[in-house]
Protein backbone atom coordinates (compact mmCIF):
# COMPACT_ATOMS: atom_id res chain seq x y z
CA UNK A 1 0.00 0.00 0.00
CA UNK A 2 1.53 3.75 -1.02
CA UNK A 3 2.68 5.28 2.32
CA UNK A 4 0.27 8.11 1.93
CA UNK A 5 -2.13 5.65 2.36
CA UNK A 6 -0.63 4.12 5.17
CA UNK A 7 -0.35 7.25 6.35
CA UNK A 8 -4.31 8.55 6.49
CA UNK A 9 -5.05 4.85 7.76
CA UNK A 10 -2.79 5.31 10.70
CA UNK A 11 -4.27 9.11 11.20
CA UNK A 12 -7.76 7.75 11.23
CA UNK A 13 -6.96 4.71 13.05
CA UNK A 14 -5.62 7.08 15.99
CA UNK A 15 -8.18 9.47 16.27
CA UNK A 16 -10.78 6.87 16.56
CA UNK A 17 -8.32 5.46 19.68
CA UNK A 18 -8.64 8.89 21.22
CA UNK A 19 -11.92 9.10 20.87
CA UNK A 20 -12.19 5.78 23.02
CA UNK A 21 -9.97 7.05 25.53
CA UNK A 22 -12.39 10.40 25.71
CA UNK A 23 -15.43 7.98 25.98
CA UNK A 24 -13.45 5.30 28.27
CA UNK A 25 -12.74 8.41 30.89
CA UNK A 26 -16.25 9.75 30.94
CA UNK A 27 -17.90 6.70 31.90
CA UNK A 28 -15.45 5.71 34.05
CA UNK A 29 -15.02 9.24 35.71
CA UNK A 30 -10.94 9.85 35.27
CA UNK A 31 -12.23 12.88 33.41
CA UNK A 32 -8.27 14.74 33.48
CA UNK A 33 -7.47 11.88 30.33
CA UNK A 34 -10.30 13.62 28.11
CA UNK A 35 -8.41 16.97 27.76
CA UNK A 36 -5.26 15.06 27.48
CA UNK A 37 -7.43 12.92 24.15
CA UNK A 38 -8.77 16.26 22.67
CA UNK A 39 -5.01 17.94 22.90
CA UNK A 40 -3.32 15.07 21.52
CA UNK A 41 -5.88 14.49 18.51
CA UNK A 42 -5.07 18.00 17.58
CA UNK A 43 -1.17 17.51 17.93
CA UNK A 44 -1.66 14.03 15.77
CA UNK A 45 -3.27 16.34 13.24
CA UNK A 46 -1.02 18.73 12.42
CA UNK A 47 1.43 16.41 12.78
CA UNK A 48 -0.43 15.04 10.17
CA UNK A 49 -1.40 17.67 8.03
CA UNK A 50 2.25 18.95 7.87
CA UNK A 51 3.63 15.66 6.86
CA UNK A 52 5.33 17.18 3.96
CA UNK A 53 7.45 19.84 5.63
CA UNK A 54 8.03 17.98 8.60
CA UNK A 55 9.43 14.48 6.11
CA UNK A 56 7.10 12.46 8.57
CA UNK A 57 8.07 8.71 7.94
CA UNK A 58 5.07 6.08 8.75
CA UNK A 59 7.76 4.48 11.54
CA UNK A 60 7.92 7.86 13.32
CA UNK A 61 3.97 8.42 12.77
CA UNK A 62 3.12 5.28 13.93
CA UNK A 63 5.97 5.75 16.97
CA UNK A 64 4.67 8.66 18.12
CA UNK A 65 1.11 7.11 17.62
CA UNK A 66 2.36 4.08 20.10
CA UNK A 67 3.69 6.73 22.74
CA UNK A 68 0.63 8.93 23.36
CA UNK A 69 -1.25 6.03 23.88
CA UNK A 70 1.00 4.71 26.58
CA UNK A 71 0.46 8.05 27.88
CA UNK A 72 -3.48 7.97 27.88
CA UNK A 73 -3.02 4.44 29.68
CA UNK A 74 -2.89 5.80 32.75
CA UNK A 75 -6.71 6.08 32.54
CA UNK A 76 -6.42 2.34 33.41
CA UNK A 77 -4.65 3.06 36.77
CA UNK A 78 -0.61 2.42 35.26
CA UNK A 79 0.63 5.69 36.53
CA UNK A 80 -0.58 4.14 40.45
CA UNK A 81 0.16 1.09 39.52
CA UNK A 82 2.79 0.33 36.81
CA UNK A 83 2.02 -2.97 34.73
CA UNK A 84 5.86 -2.82 34.27
CA UNK A 85 8.86 -3.18 36.55
CA UNK A 86 9.76 0.17 36.61
CA UNK A 87 7.52 3.46 37.42
CA UNK A 88 5.13 3.79 34.47
CA UNK A 89 5.68 7.67 33.99
CA UNK A 90 9.56 7.24 33.39
CA UNK A 91 8.76 4.75 30.84
CA UNK A 92 6.17 7.15 28.71
CA UNK A 93 8.52 10.25 29.34
CA UNK A 94 11.29 8.04 27.79
CA UNK A 95 9.41 6.16 25.14
CA UNK A 96 7.90 10.09 24.08
CA UNK A 97 10.92 11.64 23.51
CA UNK A 98 12.52 8.66 21.74
CA UNK A 99 9.66 9.22 19.35
CA UNK A 100 10.24 13.03 19.51
CA UNK A 101 13.68 12.60 18.73
CA UNK A 102 12.99 9.53 15.80
CA UNK A 103 10.34 12.60 14.43
CA UNK A 104 13.16 15.19 14.03
CA UNK A 105 15.69 12.73 13.59
CA UNK A 106 13.80 12.48 9.92
CA UNK A 107 13.71 16.08 9.81
CA UNK A 108 16.95 16.92 9.83
CA UNK A 109 18.72 13.42 8.41
CA UNK A 110 19.18 15.48 4.94
CA UNK A 111 21.90 17.78 6.36
CA UNK A 112 24.04 14.41 7.52
CA UNK A 113 27.49 14.50 5.49
CA UNK A 114 30.42 12.28 6.14
CA UNK A 115 31.86 15.44 8.17
CA UNK A 116 31.56 13.63 11.38
CA UNK A 117 32.10 17.30 12.70
CA UNK A 118 28.83 18.41 10.71
CA UNK A 119 26.98 15.05 12.09
CA UNK A 120 27.60 15.43 15.54
CA UNK A 121 26.34 18.84 15.35
CA UNK A 122 23.22 17.76 14.08
CA UNK A 123 22.29 15.20 16.44
CA UNK A 124 22.84 17.49 19.25
CA UNK A 125 20.67 19.73 17.26
CA UNK A 126 17.78 16.32 17.23
CA UNK A 127 18.53 15.56 20.70
CA UNK A 128 18.16 19.92 21.69
CA UNK A 129 15.17 20.25 19.93
CA UNK A 130 13.51 17.00 21.55
CA UNK A 131 14.45 18.03 24.65
CA UNK A 132 12.82 21.42 23.91
CA UNK A 133 9.57 20.00 23.48
CA UNK A 134 10.26 17.71 26.57
CA UNK A 135 10.36 20.92 28.40
CA UNK A 136 7.27 22.66 26.79
CA UNK A 137 5.62 19.48 28.26
CA UNK A 138 6.82 20.17 31.66
CA UNK A 139 5.97 24.20 31.44
CA UNK A 140 2.56 23.12 30.18
CA UNK A 141 1.54 20.67 33.33
CA UNK A 142 2.86 23.28 35.73
CA UNK A 143 0.97 26.32 34.18
CA UNK A 144 -2.18 24.07 34.20
CA UNK A 145 -1.47 23.08 38.03
CA UNK A 146 -1.43 26.50 38.38
CA UNK A 147 -5.00 26.62 37.09
CA UNK A 148 -6.81 23.34 37.85
CA UNK A 149 -4.43 22.50 40.55
CA UNK A 150 -3.65 18.49 41.15
CA UNK A 151 -4.40 15.64 39.75
CA UNK A 152 -3.48 13.57 36.34
CA UNK A 153 -2.45 14.23 32.32
CA UNK A 154 -0.77 17.06 31.25
CA UNK A 155 -2.52 19.47 32.78
CA UNK A 156 -2.27 18.93 36.11
CA UNK A 157 0.64 18.20 38.56
CA UNK A 158 0.66 14.25 40.31
CA UNK A 159 3.10 12.91 43.01
CA UNK A 160 5.53 10.93 41.91
CA UNK A 161 5.11 9.08 38.71
CA UNK A 162 1.46 11.55 38.60
CA UNK A 163 0.33 9.86 41.07
CA UNK A 164 -2.75 11.40 43.33
CA UNK A 165 -1.30 13.47 46.10
CA UNK A 166 -2.60 12.91 49.74
CA UNK A 167 -1.22 14.48 52.78
CA UNK A 168 1.09 11.32 53.63
CA UNK A 169 2.37 11.17 49.73
CA UNK A 170 2.74 15.06 49.77
CA UNK A 171 4.40 14.77 53.11
CA UNK A 172 7.10 11.78 51.62
CA UNK A 173 7.72 14.47 48.81
CA UNK A 174 8.61 17.04 50.80
CA UNK A 175 11.39 15.26 52.72
CA UNK A 176 12.94 14.39 49.14
CA UNK A 177 12.74 17.70 47.47
CA UNK A 178 9.30 18.41 46.91
CA UNK A 179 7.73 19.07 43.42
CA UNK A 180 11.86 18.90 42.04
CA UNK A 181 11.73 15.38 42.08
CA UNK A 182 8.98 14.92 39.66
CA UNK A 183 10.18 17.10 37.72
CA UNK A 184 13.61 16.33 36.96
CA UNK A 185 12.84 12.60 36.72
CA UNK A 186 10.44 13.58 33.87
CA UNK A 187 13.44 15.25 32.19
CA UNK A 188 16.06 12.93 33.12
CA UNK A 189 13.88 10.45 31.31
CA UNK A 190 13.50 12.71 28.38
CA UNK A 191 16.82 13.17 27.90
CA UNK A 192 17.41 9.50 28.29
CA UNK A 193 15.17 8.97 25.55
CA UNK A 194 15.99 11.63 23.02
CA UNK A 195 19.80 10.44 23.02
CA UNK A 196 18.59 6.81 22.95
CA UNK A 197 16.14 7.77 19.53
CA UNK A 198 19.07 10.38 17.88
CA UNK A 199 21.72 7.60 18.53
CA UNK A 200 19.39 4.57 17.00
CA UNK A 201 18.68 6.61 14.26
CA UNK A 202 21.96 7.49 13.49
CA UNK A 203 23.39 4.14 13.93
CA UNK A 204 20.38 2.93 11.66
CA UNK A 205 21.29 5.82 8.95
CA UNK A 206 25.16 4.73 9.23
CA UNK A 207 24.22 1.10 8.72
CA UNK A 208 21.81 1.83 5.78
CA UNK A 209 24.36 4.02 3.71
CA UNK A 210 27.13 1.34 4.20
CA UNK A 211 25.14 -1.76 3.25
CA UNK A 212 23.53 0.95 -0.08
CA UNK A 213 27.39 1.20 -1.08
CA UNK A 214 28.13 -2.27 -1.26
CA UNK A 215 27.96 -3.76 -5.16
CA UNK A 216 25.57 -5.79 -5.98
CA UNK A 217 26.49 -9.71 -6.76
CA UNK A 218 24.27 -12.25 -8.81
Do not use: C
Amino acid sequence: MHKEKLLKLFYFFSVLVFIFFIIYSYFSNVKDYINDSIIIIILISLVYFLKKPLELSLSSFILLIIALILHNSGVFGFYNASPIPIQYDHFTHFIGLFAVSVLFFNFFKKYLSKNKITNFLIILMIVLSSLGIGSLIETSEFLGFLKFGFGEGFLKFGGLGDTPLTESTLRDLDLIGGGWINTMWDLFYNTLGSLFGAIFMYVLYLYKNKNDKKPKTM
